[in-house]
């Protein structure tokens, strides 16, 4: 295992399009989370799960914005309607269950026009 | 309000200069305090937590140093391979371990 994956590494898509973004964790990790970074901005949270549940999910994540992690291994995030406001790099991060650092994907860079 | 302030946003340093970092930050019960590194194009690489004031850890070159109210990264002697955007972030409470609050980053470039 080489770590967290994330697919596709970069994605352009019409405003108005839905994308669907997919992380692949290390295995074994319980804890999965979803950040999301503009450019010159830290990480922002998203959501995260522990196992298939979602535990939490950030007041700023509008409705159009939805997660899942059907069988507590791989994740997908999903883009309803896109704006040219979810311009970003998506992040994807792991970590076991515990007081352990989590591991970061290299992250989907999404471009809306 | 949460919240992590990093300072200067970007420091240039000649090979060897050494300097340091600065994160500042407001959070209600601090449960753990971050750096990670990050390159270009790629995720952030995690490097240190600290728990409690006065705690200290080293790595390389680096050496962080946590206060009641702010995080220093040192680094010592940098070489050029040390430049990347250095990341800051506190747990979030409540929320699972790994729910950051991340400052915007200090952007280092060392020069040989």
């Known amino acids: 295992d080489t770590g967290v994956s994330q697919d596709p590494r970069h994605k352009i898509t019409k405003r108005g399009q839905n994308v669907t973004f997919r992380c692949d964790p290390i295995?074994?990790?319980?804890?999965l989370y979803w950040y999301r970074q503009t450019l010159g901005q830290g990480p922002e949270f998203l959501t995260y799960?522990?196992?298939?549940?979602?535990?939490?999910k950030s007041r700023l994540l509008s409705d159009r914005f939805s997660a899942e992690r059907p069988k507590g291994s791989f994740s997908t995030l999903e883009i309803q309607r896109t704006e040219q406001g979810d311009s970003a790099m998506y992040l994807c991060?792991?970590?076991?269950?515990?007081?352990?650092?989590?591991?970061f994907g290299q992250g989907t860079r999404l471009t809306v026009v | 309000e949460d919240q992590v302030t990093q300072s200067p946003e970007a420091l240039r340093l000649q090979e060897g200069e050494s300097s340091s970092l600065n994160c500042s930050y407001t959070?209600?019960?601090?449960?753990?305090l971050f750096w990670y590194r990050q390159d270009p194009g790629k995720g952030p690489e995690f490097l240190f937590t600290?728990?409690?004031a006065g705690e200290e850890k080293e790595k390389e070159r680096l050496k962080a140093t946590l206060t009641k109210k702010e995080s220093f990264l040192h680094i010592t002697a940098p070489k050029p391979e040390d430049s990347a955007t250095y990341l800051c972030?506190?747990?979030?409470?409540?929320?699972?371990?790994?729910?950051?609050?991340f400052g915007a980053g200090t952007r280092l470039a060392v020069h040989p």
């Open positions: 972030a506190v747990q979030a409470p409540p929320g699972g371990y790994n729910k950051l609050i």
């Open positions: 959070v209600s019960g601090l449960r753990g």
């Open positions: 991060a792991s970590s076991p269950v515990g007081n352990t650092e989590a591991f």
């Open positions: 799960f522990q196992n298939e549940a979602q535990l939490e």
């Open positions: 295995s074994e990790h319980n804890r």
């Open positions: 600290l728990y409690s």
